[in-house]
């Protein structure tokens, strides 16, 4: 019996199509399982401080937040305003007045979305600028003045 080579080849043809068929078969039970959307808010970072205040800038740190999966990002409010989104643990407040009141609070943010509660308000004071001492020594006549201012005063 002689052989045909074009039904060995369509036989081989046919497997393979049909093994690739069985394999992805397959693949489509695996589809069946559905991962569960993260909707658990991050708890509030905690121990916010002001670590260095001056009279025009303040700067904040506060402990990591934790969270089910990830915290992403922080908001820094400054008096009731977000003025910053980060992911550090700190944020440097710039181009206070001295002397003036500040009120922060910050909240984290995970990446589904979800935002925890507001963290404690913390109260910061910027400092006073000190001035400085604004006498003007004018010694030009050096060692000769304290003689001299004696003389105005006998004489004068």
């Known amino acids: 019996m002689k052989e045909r080579p074009i039904v060995g080849l369509l036989s ?3 497997m393979c199509i049909l093994l690739f068929f069985i394999a992805c078969d397959k693949d489509k039970s695996d589809d069946t399982v559905a991962i569960a959307p993260d909707v658990e808010a991050p708890l509030p970072p905690e121990k916010l401080e002001a670590v ?3 009279d025009s800038s303040i700067t904040v740190t506060w402990k990591a937040s934790k969270d089910n999966i990830k915290v992403v990002q922080y908001a820094v409010y400054q008096d009731s305003v977000e003025v910053v989104s980060d992911s550090i643990i700190s944020y440097v407040a710039k181009n206070l007045k001295p002397a003036t009141e500040y009120i ?4 984290a943010a995970d990446a589904a979305g979800n935002n925890s509660k507001f963290s404690e308000q913390i109260k910061v004071l910027t400092e006073a600028i000190i001035a400085e001492d604004t006498i003007v020594k004018n010694d030009s006549i050096g ?8 003389t105005v005063v006998v004489l004068g």
């Open 12 to 14: 081989a043809l046919f």
């Open 104 to 107: 922060f609070a910050v909240r």
């Open 52 to 54: 260095q205040v001056t």
């Open 143 to 150: 060692g000769f003045s304290s003689i001299l201012r004696l």
